[in-house]
């Protein structure tokens, strides 16, 4: 296979960054000194990373579950792990912590069962993929450290906030669009 046909293959398999992956780095960005230490979550494309990087000077590593978007990332320059959420990771280490996560729900009639689709969709709700981060993300989280998480009204953000207070977080949103179906929230969390 060449070189060109393996890259468009790869290229399938990696959620690129869209409308949301922009908000994120909108509301992430000018929050992150050159001095600290950043994980993106579920880096994707690594376009997120590697913004926040070349913006910042901080030290930014990513990390997917997916294998190809770790290569992805990999070839931008960014360190990138394979490894589900913030399991790879030691306590209390990043500044900041950035995930746009798979929040769409899942529909079953449009369903691709590819690595695109695990990107996109978060399960009945939405929140399959919230819920156990906001769940274990404090653990990687430096003191003052925040976490920067996009959802959709689609995902139904009052329980995300409601799960992310109930885990001693305080919980604002910083930044917001809205689409045709939906409105997009990047939340902030922090240690209350």
């Known amino acids: ?66 294998p190809h978007a770790c290569r992805r990332a990999r070839e931008l320059g960014i360190q990138a792990v394979c490894g589900d959420l913030v399991a790879p990771f030691q306590e209390g280490v990043f500044d900041a912590v950035l995930f746009n996560p798979p929040y769409l729900p899942r529909v079953e009639l449009a369903a691709r069962n590819d690595w695109v689709e695990d990107a996109l969709t978060g399960g009945e709700t939405g929140r399959e993929v919230i819920e156990p981060f906001v769940e274990t993300v404090g653990r990687v989280l430096a003191p003052g450290g925040a976490v920067y998480l996009v959802v959709s009204t689609l995902t139904g953000p009052e329980a995300v906030e409601s799960q992310a207070r109930s885990a001693g977080f305080d919980v604002q949103t910083v930044r917001e669009a809205s689409f045709p179906f939906e409105k997009l929230l990047v939340l902030e969390l922090k240690w209350t």
């Open 1 to 66: 296979m060449s070189d060109l046909a393996d890259r468009r293959g790869i290229e399938t398999e990696i959620y690129e960054a869209a409308e949301d992956s922009h908000l994120l780095l909108e509301a992430a960005r000018p929050e992150i000194e050159g001095a600290d230490l950043v994980l993106e979550v579920g880096t994707g494309s690594g376009y997120v990373a590697s913004e926040v990087r070349e913006g910042t000077g901080a030290t930014v590593i990513g990390s997917d579950i997916n």
